[in-house]
């Protein structure tokens, strides 16, 4: 057990997992736009340092520049999903997610 | 010593990530992610991956958080407290989430945990960017294409609007 | 790593930091006199010699007024927003090379508390967050000058990013590396023999659009729009008093001093004399500590000059309106800054070959 919890391995592996799992929990159990959207980077946020991690310990620059891509399409989701909200609550004047139902009859 | 700091740096990523979930207000949320972002800028530098970690701090903290605090105090919903999920929903999405993660944390021990250490030659910022402008250009000349149809795009969501409705 | 490389860092990161602090009264002091200068009037000149001890007054006043909270505000960030504007202001110091290295106690120091090998990106990435303070500081306040003063801030240095970082491609192409002591190492001896071997004579466009942005990213008049006193009141700090304001305050001359440093060490050759190499002055003065000492005051001066010219143009040139402001950096300043990425690619590959 001490083992595990002085080895850098373990705490990313466990850091990653934690992140991912709360920011899908949020994801699902939050209403605001606006915090969904930020779990959504918790979650690619979380596959990132497992990246970096596999990058580091290889030696390999594969993971590296696939963070790289992550990053700039998760900045490219961020731009896009707020221009959406701020349309959402023009018409609405609400961000709260549940009250958007036109689609769903 | 370095893994001391490697732990306590994963507690605030993970207190930080906790706290932007939480959060009833936006803006404590965003404040928590702009912390976890930190936090995680740290774990990468502790990686040895500075570069990452720079670009992490100033794209993630330094534009992407900026753009979320932006909308909120743009729309300033400080009085629309969010009302909270139906009881089922919550405890579906966490026993999900919980399964779901034990299971990727299964899957990562068994197959990344076991694998040693071959640091022999660390990644250096030079053999990255000779990579992404060579073996990798296409898929870079990809998301070139991606971000000019993204900026289109953007356009015409902040477009205002023709008719002159817009409030 | 042992403790008297611990102790030498720790020592070095509080002389460095105290020094840089420094600029703050000697700032308010320059810019009185100098506005003084300008508008045709004597300036401070009751406290001290020529008004000398007006930033210890000034400090004194600040110290002992009344601190207030507004109403109905989030008072945890009301309080924090001061401090997150300074802090990054005081990080972005660890990464500017002041000067090469000194020998002391038998052992290399070099005047820079960290030499990272990405301090380029540390020192834009740091400097992007300095935006938070302004921003906290601005909602927290509960006001609507407050709340424009602060959106208006987040959209101005959001897009003067792009340019600043734009800037600097071209050095980082020119030198190629990303660190900043690699950088003024380069800029040693002549070019052409009768021009000092610095940046700007690599990059002047790069230089142009590095100064344009560096003041909007500072906030400083021309483009001082978060903070407007004739349509804002007084922007994001309207609603602060007291030491919470002057460390707003101090932020800006902070930042305003790193971004001296910036340009300094990227276009004007750093710590190193015009015409100069480090080699002719250490074979005159024929002690390092000595040589370490003339690159400190030349590092020095030359921030100064730029200060300067900040302090000139705060008090001669006219306020833009918001959508020039924006119009400025997305239609001329970031075309421009691609335009001299490309020139300079192309005139790098013609003249040096493919890399």
């Not at chain 1, 949020?26 to 991690?53: K, Q, T």
């Not at chain 2, 958080?65 to 919903?77: D, H, R, S, T, Y």
């Not at chain 3, 000697?26 to 810019?31: G, K, L, N």
Request: charged share 10%; aromatic share 12%; glycine share 8%.
């Amino acid at each position: 057990m001490m083992e595990k919890l002085t080895s850098m391995v373990y705490w990313t592996h466990f850091v990653s997992v934690a992140l991912f799992g709360l920011g899908l929990l949020g994801f699902l159990i939050r209403r605001n736009a606006l915090v969904v959207l930020m779990c959504l980077e918790l979650m690619l946020n979380a596959v990132n340092l497992i990246l970096v991690e596999i990058a580091m310990k290889t030696g390999t620059s594969e993971g590296i520049i696939l963070v790289v891509f992550v990053i700039t399409v998760a900045a490219a989701e961020v731009a896009v999903g707020l221009g959406i909200i701020l349309n959402l609550y023009r018409i609405k004047k609400t961000v709260d997610l549940t009250s958007f139902r036109i689609l769903s009859g | 010593m370095k893994e001391m700091i490697f732990a306590l740096f994963s507690i605030i990523t993970l207190l930080t990530g906790a706290g932007v979930v939480i959060s009833r207000n936006v803006i404590y949320s965003a404040f928590n992610l702009v912390l976890c972002f930190f936090g995680l800028a740290s774990l990468y530098l502790l990686w040895g991956a500075t570069f990452i970690s720079m670009v992490q701090i100033l794209i993630y903290a330094g534009a992407i958080v900026v753009l979320f605090v932006f909308v909120v105090m743009l729309l300033n919903f400080e009085h629309s407290s969010e009302r909270s999920q139906n009881f089922w929903i919550i405890l579906g999405s966490g026993i999900g989430s919980w399964v779901l993660s034990l299971f990727l944390l299964r899957v990562l021990s068994n197959t990344l945990g076991a694998s040693p250490y071959q640091s022999a030659a660390p990644t250096n910022l030079r053999t990255v960017s000779k990579l992404l402008f060579t073996q990798y250009l296409w898929p870079f000349e990809v998301l070139t294409i991606f971000m000019l149809a993204l900026i289109i795009g953007i356009y015409l969501l902040g477009r205002p609007e023709s008719e002159g409705t817009q409030s | 790593m042992n403790a008297l490389d611990v102790a030498i860092s720790a020592l070095k990161a509080i002389v460095i930091l105290v020094a840089v602090i420094q600029v703050v009264p000697v700032m308010i002091y320059v810019e009185r006199k100098v506005a003084a200068l300008i508008q045709d009037r004597p300036g401070p000149n009751r406290v001290g010699p020529l008004g000398l001890l007006q930033p210890v007054a000034d400090a004194v006043k600040f110290l002992f007024k009344e601190d207030p909270i507004p109403l109905n505000t989030n008072r945890l960030l009301y309080t924090l927003a001061p401090f997150l504007s300074l802090l990054p202001a005081c990080l972005v110091i660890a990464a500017l090379p002041i000067a090469d290295k000194a020998v002391l106690f038998g052992k290399e120091i070099t005047i820079q508390i960290a030499d990272l090998d990405v301090s380029l990106i540390y020192v834009l990435a740091i400097g992007s967050l300095g935006v938070y303070g302004i921003l906290f500081g601005g909602w927290a306040s509960n006001n609507k000058f407050s709340l424009i003063g602060a959106l208006r801030s987040a959209s101005q240095m959001v897009s003067y990013e792009l340019p600043l970082g734009l800037a600097t491609v071209g050095a980082v192409m020119v030198y190629g590396t990303y660190s900043l002591r690699e950088m003024v190492v380069l800029q040693d001896g002549t070019l052409g023999g009768f021009l000092p071997n610095w940046g700007i004579f690599y990059q002047p466009l790069g230089f142009l659009i590095f100064l344009i942005s560096s003041f909007a990213e500072t906030n400083r008049l021309p483009f001082d729009l978060p903070e407007t006193e004739a349509e804002l009141v007084a922007g994001f700090h309207t609603e602060y008093g007291s030491m919470k304001f002057a460390t707003f305050f101090m932020a800006e001359y902070m930042n305003l001093s790193t971004m001296a440093g910036m340009m300094t060490v990227l276009f004007f050759g750093g710590w190193h004399l015009p015409w100069i190499t480090d080699q002719q002055v250490l074979d005159w003065v024929g002690s390092q500590n000595l040589l370490c000492l003339i690159q400190v005051v030349t590092y020095i001066s030359k921030v100064a000059v730029f200060l300067f010219l900040y302090v000139l143009i705060r008090w001669t040139l006219p306020r833009f309106r918001f959508d020039q402001l924006l119009h400025l950096a997305w239609t001329n300043l970031i075309p421009l800054g691609l335009i001299n990425v490309a020139v300079s690619a192309v005139l790098m590959y013609l003249m040096r070959g493919p890399a």
